[in-house]
Structure formats: structure tokens, C-alpha cells
Nanobody, 127 residues
């Protein structure tokens, strides 16, 4: 099993930045990729970004491309999401995810690709 713990959420104004962190523990050697999804009230869960654990390939949703950056620190078993130029529509609970042996690398935007989920951290952007 892998445990994921997010941190770094909070309340900011539009145009400001936040950095989310997700620390993985447990059987981290089984991770193939890590990612971020978000869910706003009344909306479905939305893919945000993913990074492969070995090669470092990154993937982004169109809605955040150019504003958000995902990165990883393998030595610390931690993935980060740097969020710049935040907008009110970025308000959501952000979830860290981890893909294990079943991760294909093709459907990185689908929740079923990921085996492990954090508890979520709230990000609120005021206008």
C-alpha cells in the first residue's frame, strides 16, 4: 500500500500562486506515476496534471496548461503542483493520486489509472 498526504492548500486572491505538496509513504517503489485531480462543488472530478515517476514525462489539462507545473522529487517521494495565475474557477478540493502496476501511461487523465488517493486539500481563489 501507498499512503499519500497533501499539504499547501489555502485561500488566495485571483492572480496569486500556491504550491501543493504530496508526500508518499509505504510501498513507494511500486509507483509508476503521480498526479493531481480536483473536484469543485457540484462538478465531476477533473484531471489536472500527472508525472511519470521514472522518465518524468508530464501531462496537463488544457485548463491549467501554462499556469500549473507538476514536478517530482524521487528522493523525497514527493510530488508538487505549482499553481500560478490562479482564477476563481480553480477553486476546488485537490487530490493527489498515485498509479501503481496498473498504470498504462496512456489514459493518465482517467481516475481508474490510479490506485492511491490522498485525502484532499482545499484551494479557494477569491475574485
Amino acid at each position: 500500500q501507498v499512503q499519500l498526504v497533501e499539504s499547501g492548500g489555502g485561500l488566495v486572491q485571483a492572480g496569486e500562486s500556491l504550491r501543493l505538496s504530496c508526500a508518499a509513504s509505504g510501498r513507494t517503489f511500486s509507483l509508476e506515476a503521480m498526479g493531481w485531480f480536483r473536484q469543485a462543488p457540484g462538478k465531476e472530478q477533473e484531471f489536472i496534471a500527472a508525472v511519470s515517476w521514472s522518465g518524468g514525462s508530464t501531462y496537463y489539462a488544457d485548463s491549467v496548461k501554462g499556469r500549473f507545473t507538476i514536478s517530482r522529487d524521487n528522493a523525497k517521494n514527493t510530488v508538487y503542483l505549482q499553481m500560478n495565475s490562479l482564477k476563481p474557477e480553480d477553486t476546488a478540493v485537490y487530490y493527489c493520486t498515485g498509479g501503481g502496476g496498473g498504470y498504462s501511461g496512456t489514459y493518465y487523465y482517467v481516475t481508474e489509472e490510479y490506485d492511491y488517493w490522498g485525502q484532499g486539500t482545499q484551494v479557494t481563489v477569491s475574485s
